[in-house]
């Protein structure tokens, strides 16, 4: 899983609007349901890709929204997560 969710950041970061949407709902669903997932997630540099989602000019509401339902999923289960992470 842990290629999974590389690939998964890499279209959240990279992809088109569809995909970036898509791949941060994926990733929220599976913060949501696997708690294996944060780890990969974090140490992918997930956090700051998600982040950067919610803030990005171009991306769609609903984009955005999702990004940030995956950080919200992430910080409910990771209440260590650092704010250094979104650097």
Do not use: F, W
């Amino acid at each position: 899983a842990a290629g999974g969710v590389e690939v998964l950041i890499a279209l959240a970061r990279d992809g088109t609007e569809e995909q970036k949407k898509r791949a941060a709902g994926v990733l929220s669903n599976m913060i949501a349901a696997a708690s294996a997932t944060h780890e990969g997630v974090v140490e992918a540099g997930g956090v700051a890709v998600l982040y950067s989602l919610t803030q990005e000019t171009g991306a769609s509401d609903l984009c955005k929204l999702t990004a940030a339902i995956a950080l919200v999923n992430l910080a409910g289960t990771r209440p260590d997560l650092a704010a250094d992470d979104l650097a």
